[in-house]
C-alpha cells in the first residue's frame, strides 16, 4: 500500500492570489509582443508570396527577406 500526500501551501489563499497575478502579468507582456511582432510578420509573408520576378524587380533574394524586414531592428 503506497502512502500519498499532498503539500498544500495555503496561506490564507496568498500564493493562489500571487500565481494568478504572474500569470496576468505574462499573458499581457506576451499580447503586447505579439502586437509588436505582427506587422513584420505580415510584411515577410507578403514578401515571400512574391514570386521572384517580383522580388528581384525590389532588388531582393528571397533568402534575404527576414533581413530586409528586419534590418531597422539591429544596430550593426
Same mark, same amino acid.
Given at each position: &500500500?503506497?502512502? *500519498? =500526500? *499532498?503539500? &498544500?501551501? =495555503?496561506?490564507?489563499? %496568498?500564493?493562489?492570489?500571487? =500565481? ?15 502586437? #509588436?511582432?505582427?506587422? !513584420?510578420?505580415? #510584411? ?6 512574391? =514570386? ?7 532588388? %531582393? #533574394? #528571397? ?6 524586414? %528586419?534590418?531597422? %531592428?539591429? !544596430?550593426?
Amino acid at each position: &500500500m503506497a502512502l *500519498t =500526500s *499532498t503539500n &498544500m501551501i =495555503s496561506g490564507l489563499g %496568498l500564493f493562489q492570489k500571487f =500565481s494568478s497575478i504572474g500569470d496576468g502579468f505574462v499573458r499581457w507582456i506576451e499580447k503586447l509582443d505579439a502586437q #509588436r511582432v505582427e506587422p !513584420y510578420r505580415l #510584411r515577410i509573408a507578403a514578401l515571400h508570396a512574391l =514570386s521572384d520576378e517580383e522580388l528581384e524587380e525590389l532588388k %531582393l #533574394r #528571397r533568402e534575404n527577406i527576414e533581413l530586409h524586414v %528586419l534590418n531597422s %531592428l539591429f !544596430y550593426c
